[in-house]
């Protein structure tokens, strides 16, 4: 099953269209760390992580991850090792902060895009997560928790997304 961005308002899974919100300066085929841009192309996606305290454990075929306290995702881009992964807080890398006040980061999805062999400057940190308002990201694609939830009920292990 592939999940489509059909456009920068609408992501398409089987019969569904989703209005959603991307990166604030577009798609591009030519991603750098933080350009506000949602990468171009055909990407796996990773585990569900979500927000015990806040939202029950969805349906879904995917793996479910609590987040935790320290859980943050690399995008220090001297950190070569470990950029682009899920770390522990408590090392001293610069990082995207899993559980944070607000409900954005509730129920998230990485995106693996620059991910097996991750590249320098390339990019970092772009998941499927929550919005309100579809206010732009700074490069992942947000949905409302409603049809978050549906989409979850919807995709596999093995499901892709294309961004066009």
Same mark, same amino acid.
């Given at each position: 099953?592939?999940? @489509?961005?059909?456009?920068?308002?609408? @992501?398409?899974?089987?019969?569904?269209?989703?209005?959603?919100?991307?990166?604030?300066?577009?798609?591009?085929?030519?991603?750098? +760390?933080?350009?506000?841009?949602?990468?171009?192309?055909?990407? +796996?996606?990773?585990?569900?992580?979500?927000?015990?305290?806040?939202?029950?454990?969805?349906?879904?075929? @995917?793996?479910?991850? +609590?987040?935790?306290?320290?859980?943050?995702?690399?995008?220090?881009?001297?950190?070569?090792?470990?950029?682009?992964?899920?770390?522990?807080?408590?090392?001293?890398?610069?990082? +995207?902060?899993?559980?944070?006040?607000?409900?954005?980061?509730?129920?998230?999805?990485?995106?693996?895009?620059?991910?097996?062999?991750?590249?320098?400057?390339?990019?970092?940190?772009?998941?499927?997560? @929550?919005?309100?308002?579809?206010?732009?990201?700074?490069?992942?694609?947000?949905?409302?928790?409603?049809?978050?939830?549906?989409?979850?009920?919807?995709?596999?292990?093995?499901?892709?997304?294309?961004?066009?």
């Amino acid at each position: 099953m592939t999940l @489509l961005l059909k456009n920068k308002h609408s @992501l398409k899974i089987d019969d569904f269209n989703f209005r959603c919100c991307i990166g604030k300066n577009g798609v591009t085929a030519f991603k750098k +760390e933080g350009d506000y841009k949602t990468p171009k192309g055909i990407f +796996e996606i990773g585990n569900l992580y979500y927000r015990k305290d806040r939202i029950k454990k969805p349906k879904t075929k @995917l793996k479910c991850i +609590e987040i935790k306290n320290n859980m943050g995702w690399c995008n220090d881009v001297n950190q070569l090792k470990n950029y682009n992964r899920l770390i522990n807080t408590k090392k001293n890398f610069r990082h +995207e902060k899993l559980k944070r006040k607000d409900y954005k980061y509730d129920l998230l999805i990485p995106i693996k895009y620059n991910f097996k062999k991750p590249i320098k400057n390339k990019g970092s940190c772009i998941f499927i997560h @929550l919005t309100k308002h579809y206010k732009p990201t700074a490069g992942c694609i947000a949905l409302s928790k409603k049809d978050f939830l549906i989409m979850l009920k919807l995709i596999k292990k093995n499901s892709k997304i294309k961004i066009n």
